[in-house]
């Protein structure tokens, strides 16, 4: 019964107890400003690119209210002050005040020796003082958003916001993948944050699988996130003359690494016990072994 690559089912995870969604919200966030980023050894384009990767990662992670950038682009033009290459705390400080934020990010994106770098600070307006500071090297073109993503994830964390943080977006409600695994293929859906469930077919000569699976995420821990679920299935196989049709259940544990945000590769193993039936006479059988899956999923 053991076979890579075989196609991933129906699973519910009794691990966790989801809660209450907003019990962990505050009333009222906190105004954050992410300033362009100056530019050291690098175009200030990419530096700016940079900058509103952070932007967008602050704004995912749901902790703090952010300013937009249009309006803060429009406040500081009527202001005529010019933000770039402002890094300094009292530049911040100005800023902010300008901006009516309460915090406010300033960086820097360089390139030394062929290694990117993004550095950034945490400014408390009212105080002058840097309530944190995080770096981010050795990341490329395509993957700056994902580095994006960890320098923010450092930020809050280090302002011991940690307990505030939404769930990674890779593994949040609404999202979807396609899922390959030969010879089979699977749609994912997360239902909850860190619960999806993923409709799976497989087919091979004579075998035909069709089920779901329901897992619960625990993490992601960096590019990796562990994963628990329970699993059914209905099957069919037929051999010249030789039919069964049956159902099979099975309890499994992997892990899911993601090469780039939309992109990842995953393992799982776990026992499964299936019953199949012979067609003609009725005839059961049923057996209990251990199962590999390997696969891939793209979300878009």
Same mark, same amino acid.
């Given at each position: 019964?053991?076979?890579?690559?075989?196609?991933v089912?129906?699973?519910?995870?009794?691990?966790?107890?989801?809660?209450?969604?907003?019990?962990?919200?505050?009333?009222?966030?906190?105004?954050?400003?992410?300033?362009?980023?100056?530019?050291?050894?690098?175009?200030?384009?990419?530096?700016?690119?940079?900058?509103?990767?952070?932007?967008?990662?602050?704004?995912?992670?749901?902790?703090?209210?952010?300013?937009?950038?249009?309006?803060?682009?429009?406040v500081l033009?009527?202001?005529?002050?010019?933000?770039?290459?402002?890094?300094?705390?009292e530049?911040?400080?100005?800023?902010?005040?300008?901006?009516?934020?309460?915090?406010?990010?300033? &960086?820097e !994106?360089s390139?030394?020796?062929?290694? /990117?770098?993004?550095? +950034?600070?945490? %400014?408390? *307006?009212?105080?002058?003082?840097?309530?944190?500071?995080?770096?981010?090297?050795?990341?490329?073109?395509?993957?700056?958003?994902?580095?994006?993503?960890?320098?923010?994830?450092q930020?809050?964390?280090?302002?011991?916001?940690?307990?505030?943080?939404r769930?990674?977006?890779?593994?949040?409600a609404?999202?979807?993948?396609?899922?390959?695994?030969?010879?089979?293929v699977?749609?994912?859906?997360f239902?909850?944050?860190?619960?999806?469930?993923?409709?799976?077919?497989?087919?091979?000569?004579?075998?035909?699988?069709?089920?779901?699976?329901?897992?619960?995420?625990?993490?992601?821990?960096?590019?990796?996130?562990?994963?628990?679920?329970i699993?059914?299935?209905? &099957?069919? !196989?037929?051999?010249?003359?030789?039919? /069964?049709?049956?159902? +099979?259940?099975? %309890?499994? *544990?992997?892990?899911?690494?993601?090469?780039?945000e939309?992109?990842?590769?995953?393992?799982?193993?776990?026992?499964?016990?299936?019953?199949?039936?012979h067609?003609?006479?009725e005839?059961?059988?049923?057996g209990?072994?251990?199962?590999?899956?390997?696969?891939?999923?793209?979300?878009?």
């Amino acid at each position: 019964m053991k076979r890579l690559g075989r196609a991933v089912v129906f699973a519910v995870s009794f691990l966790h107890v989801v809660a209450p969604a907003g019990a962990a919200e505050e009333a009222k966030r906190v105004t954050v400003a992410v300033m362009d980023f100056a530019a050291a050894n690098a175009s200030a384009q990419d530096a700016a690119i940079v900058s509103n990767f952070v932007r967008m990662a602050m704004v995912r992670l749901g902790v703090f209210a952010v300013v937009d950038k249009k309006n803060m682009d429009r406040v500081l033009q009527e202001q005529a002050f010019q933000q770039t290459g402002c890094t300094s705390q009292e530049c911040a400080v100005k800023l902010g005040k300008l901006l009516n934020s309460q915090k406010i990010v300033v &960086g820097e !994106y360089s390139v030394m020796f062929g290694v /990117s770098y993004m550095t +950034a600070q945490v %400014v408390d *307006v009212e105080t002058g003082k840097i309530d944190a500071v995080a770096k981010e090297k050795g990341f490329k073109g395509n993957t700056a958003d994902a580095a994006a993503d960890r320098l923010v994830r450092q930020l809050v964390e280090s302002m011991g916001q940690g307990g505030a943080l939404r769930t990674d977006p890779r593994v949040r409600a609404g999202r979807f993948g396609l899922g390959v695994n030969f010879p089979g293929v699977g749609l994912r859906y997360f239902i909850f944050d860190r619960w999806s469930i993923e409709a799976v077919g497989q087919y091979e000569t004579g075998v035909v699988v069709a089920g779901c699976r329901f897992s619960r995420y625990i993490g992601p821990f960096g590019r990796i996130a562990p994963y628990a679920g329970i699993e059914a299935d209905f &099957g069919t !196989y037929k051999s010249g003359d030789i039919s /069964s049709d049956g159902m +099979a259940g099975m %309890v499994v *544990v992997g892990v899911e690494y993601f090469i780039w945000e939309k992109f990842s590769v995953q393992a799982d193993i776990g026992p499964a016990y299936a019953r199949m039936t012979h067609a003609p006479t009725e005839i059961s059988a049923s057996g209990i072994d251990f199962v590999v899956n390997l696969g891939l999923t793209y979300y878009p």
